[in-house]
T-cell receptor
Framework: GAVVSQHPSWVICKSGTSVKIECRSLDFQATTMFWYRQFPKQSLMLMATSNEGSKATYEQGVEKDKFLINHASLTLSTLTVTSAHPEDSSFYIC???????????????FGAGSRLTVL | TQLLEQSPQFLSIQEGENLTVYCNSSSVFSSLQWYRQEPGEGPVLLVTVVTGGEVKKLKRLTFQFGDARKDSSLHITAAQPGDTGLYLCAGAVVGYGNKLVFGAGTILRVKS
């Protein structure tokens, strides 16, 4: 079945450094990928929509310069948390549209998530 | 205000009991999905419903889409500890582009 691979699964970094998270669709092409942030025991909060070959669309309140998104190919989107601070610590999840045959255009395949801890 | 209201937020039941989770909205959805998520992992798709009044069954799970496509429910029969997790409904709102809107989630704990 469709697989979205997210890497790294977890990362610990020092305050002020930048961290890059990769999201890959392994066996299908994804022109659109989504990045979410999730706090413990809460739902997913959409941060931005990543569009292959064009600029990402950010949700209201999400800082574009803080969370850099690049979608350079049909199978890879990256999220870079720049100058990370402890309040950026969270579980970040990506998803890609498609990859599940006959499921409709709105069904998403999710990555396993990346837990970021900023010290 | 949440576009998609999900309830209850938390449910703790004994093994063997039945339960129902609800998702409601004033908006019409072109489709609605239910996902299950375990700690430290991404959500996994359980089902997609697209037709008003549609009922889908997945073993002990029964999913229903309201006639007006504004609400949905997930019913679990004879819950088992393995059903424990976060259940999320997500809908594609008509006229809202293809962006999925997520409910707040229901944390289900099934005790043996």
């Amino acid at each position: 079945g469709a697989v979205v691979s997210q890497h790294p699964s977890w990362v610990i970094c020092k305050s002020g450094t930048s961290v890059k998270i990769e999201c890959r669709s392994l066996d299908f092409q994804a022109t659109t990928m989504f990045w979410y942030r999730q706090f413990p025991k809460q739902s997913l909060m959409l941060m931005a929509t990543s569009n292959e070959g064009s600029k990402a669309t950010y949700e209201q309140g999400v800082e574009k310069d803080k969370f850099l998104i690049n979608h350079a190919s049909l199978t890879l989107s990256t999220l870079t948390v720049t100058s990370a601070h402890p309040e950026d610590s969270s579980f970040y999840i990506c998803s890609a549209r498609g990859g599940i045959p006959h499921s409709g255009a709105n069904v998403l395949t999710f990555g396993a998530g990346s837990r970021l801890t900023v010290l | 205000t949440q576009l998609l209201e999900q309830s209850p937020q938390f449910l703790s039941i004994q093994e063997g009991e039945n339960l129902t989770v609800y998702c409601n909205s004033s908006s019409v959805f072109s489709s609605l999905q239910w996902y299950r998520q375990e700690p430290g992992e991404g959500p996994v798709l359980l089902v997609t419903v697209v037709t008003g009044g549609e009922v889908k069954k997945l073993k002990r799970l029964t999913f229903q889409f309201g006639d007006a496509r504004k609400d949905s429910s997930l019913h679990i029969t004879a819950a088992q500890p393995g059903d424990t997790g976060l259940y999320l409904c997500a809908g594609a709102v008509v006229g809202y582009g293809n962006k999925l809107v997520f409910g707040a989630g229901t944390i289900l704990r099934v005790k043996s």
